[in-house]
């Protein structure tokens, strides 16, 4: 099935930058779209950027100008590059891909997550 993993998570300075990686594996017939979501303790998770198969981007207004998210189809790899971090950003970031698997079968798929932490 399909797997995702995530990395380049940790902790960072108010203002710094953190580059977050999704490595995709598995056999799929085509994605609908790709998104990061976070989630802090005591919130719901929330979608903070996703793309879709055409290349359209939506982000959250709390990290407009901030946030980038893109995809590298040939490493199978999507990226969220976060610049002026705030202490607000801290949470645990998690991929989520929506495939088509064989058989025209429409499924989500969710990271483990990874922590990122903005000291103030």
């Known amino acids: 099935q399909v797997q995702l993993v995530e990395s380049g998570g940790g902790l960072v300075q108010a203002g710094g930058s953190l580059r977050l990686s999704c490595a995709r594996s598995g056999s799929i017939f085509s994605i609908n779209a790709m998104g990061w979501y976070r989630q802090a303790p005591g919130k719901q998770r929330e979608l903070v950027a996703a793309?879709?198969?055409?290349?359209?981007?939506n982000y959250a207004d709390s990290v407009k100008g901030r946030f980038t998210i893109a995809t590298d189809n040939a490493k199978n790899t999507v990226y969220l590059q976060m610049n002026s971090l705030k202490p607000e950003d801290t949470a645990v970031y998690y991929c989520?891909?929506?495939?088509?698997?064989?058989?025209?079968?429409?499924?989500?798929?969710w990271g483990q997550g990874t922590q990122v932490t903005v000291s103030s």
């Open positions: 989520k891909a929506e495939v088509v698997v064989v058989g025209a079968i429409v499924s989500e798929y």
């Open positions: 793309i879709s198969s055409g290349g359209s981007t």
